[in-house]
């Protein structure tokens, strides 16, 4: 009999985060990631419906926090709750993504797994999907992690950034995939100030950090054993108690007392062999409100409904319940997020300091809006 090649591709959702740059629709309780900012669809959703096309649904996992873990089964009914996998608390995508690993090796011990945030908007899905299956055939041809990079065409601070080095040829089965371009990696940059940024946009070899992996699961194993081997023997401790009655307990044992550290440092930068495909698919993290007007507009959705009025203004974005007026007169460059308990005016732009706004709000006391 002859195998289903995708048998052995699985998919990670990073569901955890809160997202504060898109308050006050995203809350503690219910964060960005469960939030329907288009087409009637949460965040999550559009996520395992893009990913569903390249990883059958049942090799698809979504890992969350205990807090939020009610909220798949809220958005996501028919979702299997065996492939939930609950973090006791945060610790960041490092810890994340060994637990994840751990389950789907336990399941599959020839798994190559994708991950992905839960939080990102891709323009062109067919050829995401398409980078997707490329991706674990470089996975697997070379036996290295890959990620995939995104071509800046700004001088973005907000994003990590991957510097690639030369061109990598694979046996693609025929050259399936010829139009998506495969390099190896040359070093990580952290987020960079802006005259970094220009420097980086300028050499034309650094590309937007996605945040998303491909990659088997024995060689990220072997990778975490390398860099992180205190999280990995953690991690060993966990996969010998999967299935079991202490499995819970281990798990809230381990996460006790390991350190918050995300995968790119401790992992990706040490990492030995590394290889990048160029994300060609149209791509934002949809980390603020101005990203979500700038995938608004390149969707062609209407931003308003009908009880908005303008007069005399231009570039006013907003956001309101149903049934309340809204009425907009001689303003511009506006971004207005209206909620029962909370409201954001901002100027376009500037969403990216809503953040702040919520510290704020943390350290007076006002923990009800938040």
């Known amino acids: 009999m002859t195998q289903n090649p995708d048998s052995h591709l699985y998919a990670v959702i990073m569901a955890g985060g809160v997202g504060s740059n898109l308050w006050p629709y995203s809350r503690k309780k219910n964060p960005k ?3 329907r900012l288009f087409n009637g669809s949460s965040m999550l959703q559009n996520t395992v419906e893009r990913i569903s096309r390249a990883v059958s649904l049942e ?5 969350t926090g205990r807090q939020h873990a009610r909220l798949i089964y809220e958005y996501l009914p028919d979702f299997d709750a065996k492939n939930v996998i609950v973090e006791p608390c945060a610790r960041d995508t490092a810890p994340c993504i060994a637990l994840a690993t751990t389950v789907i090796r336990k399941h599959d011990p020839d798994a190559v797994t994708v991950v992905v945030p839960s939080d990102q908007f891709v323009f062109d899905e067919e050829q995401f999907q398409r980078t997707v299956r490329k991706g674990a055939l470089l996975a697997r041809d070379k036996q290295g992690l890959v990620t995939i990079g995104i071509h800046p065409d700004r001088p973005e ?5 991957i510097q690639s ?13 010829p ?6 990696v040359k070093t990580f940059a952290e987020k960079p100030d802006l005259g970094t940024a220009i420097q980086f946009l ?13 990659w088997h699961v024995d060689t990220i194993d072997r ?44 992992v990706m930068e040490k990492a030995e062999k590394v290889f990048m495909l160029a994300g060609n698919f149209g791509w934002t993290d949809l980390g603020c409100w101005d990203e979500v007007i700038k995938v608004l507009a390149g969707e062609g959705q209407e931003t308003d409904g009908p009880e908005v009025i303008r007069l005399g203004s231009e570039n006013v974005f907003i956001r309101k319940p149903a049934d309340k007026a809204v009425v907009a007169i001689g303003v511009k460059d506006l971004i207005v997020i209206d909620t029962p308990d909370a409201l954001l005016i901002c100027n376009a732009g500037t969403s990216l300091d809503v953040s702040r706004a919520v510290d704020v709000l943390r350290r007076e006391g006002l923990d009800q809006y938040l």
């Open 165 to 177: 080095e030369s061109a990598v040829m694979i046996e693609d089965e025929g050259a399936l995939y």
């Open 59 to 63: 090799n698809i996992y979504i890992i």
């Open 202 to 214: 300028q050499s034309k070899d650094f590309w937007w950090n996605s945040g998303m992996f491909i």
């Open 33 to 35: 990631q469960f939030q």
């Open 157 to 161: 601070t907000r994003y990590g950034y």
């Open 223 to 266: 990778e975490f054993r390398r860099s992180m081997p205190e999280l990995h023997q953690d991690m060993m401790n966990v996969h010998a108690h999967l299935g079991s009655d202490r499995e819970e307990s281990v798990i809230e044992d381990v996460y006790s007392w390991i350190h918050p550290i995300s995968i790119d440092y401790g």
């Open 179 to 184: 139009d998506i371009r495969q390099f190896s």
